[in-house]
């Protein structure tokens, strides 16, 4: 059965910080990673998104890795900004569109 | 386009009432999905669809039921509420493009059972 871990549970940074988001999971059997962030009460937003065969997607500030042989994925995020305070959910599709979610990171960047 | 919307936003249900979650797109996305999200558990997966006239089950059924009579219509019953399916409850959906598929998640509905 796919589990899926994300370290660290929260996060506390001064703006401007760079800083690294994990997610491991325990079956390389994936089509795709997807990143996603959630503001307090609200949906999920995709960020990123990564397919099997790809190291890497970045989107403005943010970039995602992924190593499908050792189980990892890494979302950096450069320059942290108070507006990034959220939580950051990392999800693998096992196939059918089938997403098997971590239990997030939640971030918190001061001023 | 409206994306994915669900409806009630908030719903407060007795034990052993019934109702119906209601979840709507309107991308022509061929994959739609229901999860649950509970404090310290991450989403789970209750029923997905890969089309309509077809559904499975996902990691957590049990109390409830689906169907998908129309490409934009994926509604999710519940048949008995029980305080264990006290959750936010997310609509997903999802369609290949240019061989990737990435998922569009609704805004949930919040559901307390008492």
């Known amino acids: ?111 | 386009n409206a994306g994915v919307t669900q409806t009630p936003k908030f719903q407060v249900l007795k034990t052993g009432q019934s109702m119906t979650l209601q979840c709507a797109q309107d991308m022509n996305h061929e994959y739609m999905s229901w999860y649950r999200q509970d404090p310290g558990m991450g989403l789970r997966l209750i029923h997905y669809s890969v089309g309509a006239g077809i559904t499975d089950q996902g990691e957590v059924p049990n109390g409830y039921n689906v169907s998908r009579s129309t490409t934009e219509d994926f509604p999710l019953r519940l048949l008995s509420a029980a305080p264990s399916q006290t959750s936010v409850y997310f609509c997903a959906s999802s369609y290949r493009d240019r061989g990737v598929y990435e998922q569009y998640f609704g805004p949930g509905t919040r559901l307390t059972v008492t």
């Open chain 1, 1 to 111: 059965k796919q589990e899926v871990t994300q370290i660290p549970a929260a996060l506390s940074v001064p703006e401007g910080e760079n800083l690294v988001l994990n997610c491991s999971f325990t079956d390389s059997a994936i089509y795709n990673l997807q990143w996603f962030r959630q503001d307090p009460g609200k949906g999920l937003t995709s960020l990123l998104l990564i397919q099997s065969s790809q190291r890497e997607q970045t989107s403005g500030r943010l970039n995602a890795s992924l190593d499908k042989s050792s189980g990892r994925s890494t979302l950096y995020i450069a320059a942290s900004q108070p507006g990034d305070s959220a939580t950051y959910l990392c999800a693998v599709n096992t196939g059918f569109q089938k997403l098997v979610f971590g239990t997030g990171t939640r971030l918190l960047v001061s001023p």
